[in-house]
């Protein structure tokens, strides 16, 4: 299911990526929308995999009781979302450079800020499992509504 969700994703990548270069400057927030979008379901695929490992760890006795091996089995498993999630990040933020100017600057602020933060803690696996936890479902709501609110303005 993982290998379909990704191809669907990249595919629509690459839609976008066609948009972009057929429609011109006019569609970028809308080319930015569509993939910081399709990124955040494979952050959050992730996100939830490294939280279910984790859990697994500490309270189910798995992976020999080492945080460390979970999550990096937790990454691994998730090897091709990781590898769409970078090449997506470096796109996302060239885009975001080419519209951080225009009429939806501030909504397209929040939205990286929240996406920074979001994928750093995805990339970046640190904390307690509590901490971790607590900072994922904060993290997802805080881009899912960054998400929404540049959504509502660019249309």
């Given at each position: 299911?993982k ?8 595919l629509s990548?690459?839609?976008?990526a066609?948009t972009?270069t057929?429609c011109?400057s006019n ?5 930015f929308?569509?993939l910081?979008d ?10 939830d995999d490294i939280?279910?490992?984790?859990y697994?760890?500490i309270?189910?006795?798995k992976?020999?009781d ?13 090897e ?5 999630i970078e090449?997506?990040t ?8 080419e519209?951080k100017d225009g ?8 939205v990286?800020?929240a996406?920074n933060?979001y994928y ?10 509590n901490s971790?936890?607590?900072s994922?479902?904060?993290?997802k709501k805080?881009?899912?509504s960054?998400?929404?609110d540049f959504y509502?303005e660019?249309?």
């Amino acid at each position: 299911m993982k290998k379909i969700v990704s191809l669907a994703l990249v595919l629509s990548t690459l839609l976008c990526a066609f948009t972009l270069t057929s429609c011109g400057s006019n569609k970028k927030e809308e080319v930015f929308y569509n993939l910081v979008d399709e990124t955040k379901e494979l952050l959050d695929i992730v996100a939830d995999d490294i939280y279910s490992y984790w859990y697994d760890c500490i309270y189910e006795d798995k992976y020999l009781d080492n945080i460390s091996y979970a999550v990096a089995c937790a990454k691994s498993d998730n090897e091709e979302n990781i590898n769409t999630i970078e090449e997506n990040t470096t796109k996302i933020k060239d885009l975001y450079k080419e519209i951080k100017d225009g009429k939806l600057r501030s909504e397209a602020k929040a939205v990286m800020q929240a996406y920074n933060d979001y994928y750093t803690l995805i990339v970046e696996v640190s904390g307690s499992f509590n901490s971790y936890s607590a900072s994922k479902e904060t993290y997802k709501k805080e881009l899912a509504s960054a998400i929404d609110d540049f959504y509502f303005e660019l249309n």
